[in-house]
């Protein structure tokens, strides 16, 4: 079955500690990747997203994702985390060729950041 | 300013009664998107419309209604709303090969 993991359902980190957030997926050829995050009460704000070429993609807010087609990965990183980066955040996937860019999302991951 | 707008952003209900949530988008997009959002669940896709007046049937679509009558407007409706369909609700939009945007949510609770 085509799915998107994140097996990561909460993390806590440190202030200024990096962090990775896990994403995996299940689909015959490589879609384009997304992440989103969102802040509490708030709607989803997209962070990057991969379609083709480097596989180091940048993003907003300092957070960048790196495609690993060997590993079916998508991971986001950042190197320092601020207090503000507390939210969820989503990865998301979309199957090439589909014709009406519907998005498949993962369960989300919770993060928390410690002062 | 451009963008999703979402309205009501918060609704309490009773069980059995007819509840509309609206969106008005603002970029012309072609594409519209109702997703909900339940914990553990991500985000889930109940109906998406390519243009006006056509919409097809999602992940989730059962004892929701949608129409299409404008392009700015995507107005989803809970015939007969059950607590089950408690849940965060947002809407979408996009262009062919864009990215979607996500209006603002509305808080939906059915007692």
């Known amino acids: 079955a085509q799915s998107v993991t994140q097996p990561d359902i909460h993390i806590t980190v440190s202030e200024g500690a990096s962090l990775e957030l896990r994403c995996n997926y299940s689909?015959?050829?490589?879609?384009?990747l997304f992440w989103y995050v969102q802040s509490p009460g708030q709607g989803l704000q997209l962070l990057l997203k991969y379609f083709s070429g480097d596989t180091l993609v940048q993003g907003i807010k300092g957070f960048e994702a790196e495609f690993k087609r060997s590993q079916s990965s998508f991971n986001l990183r950042k190197p320092s985390v601020h207090w503000s980066d507390a939210a969820e955040y989503f990865c998301a996937v979309e199957r090439r060729g589909s014709t009406l860019g519907r998005l498949y999302f993962g369960r989300g991951t919770q993060l928390t950041v410690w002062p | 300013d451009a963008g999703i707008t979402q309205s009501p952003r918060y609704k309490i209900t009773e069980t059995g009664r007819q509840v509309t949530l609206m969106c008005h988008q603002t970029?012309?997009?072609?594409?519209m998107f109702w997703y909900r959002q339940d914990l553990g669940h991500g985000l889930r896709l109940i109906y998406y419309s390519a243009a006006a007046d056509i919409t097809d049937k999602g992940e989730v679509p059962d004892g929701y209604v949608v129409s299409r009558s404008k392009t700015e407007n995507f107005p989803l409706t809970l015939e007969s709303a059950t607590r089950s369909q408690t849940s965060v609700y947002f809407c979408?939009?996009?262009?062919?090969?864009?990215?979607?945007?996500f209006g603002p949510g509305t808080r939906l609770l059915v007692l």
């Open positions: 979408a939009s996009s262009e062919p090969g864009g990215t979607q945007g």
């Open positions: 689909y015959g050829a490589t879609p384009y």
């Open positions: 970029w012309s997009h072609s594409y």
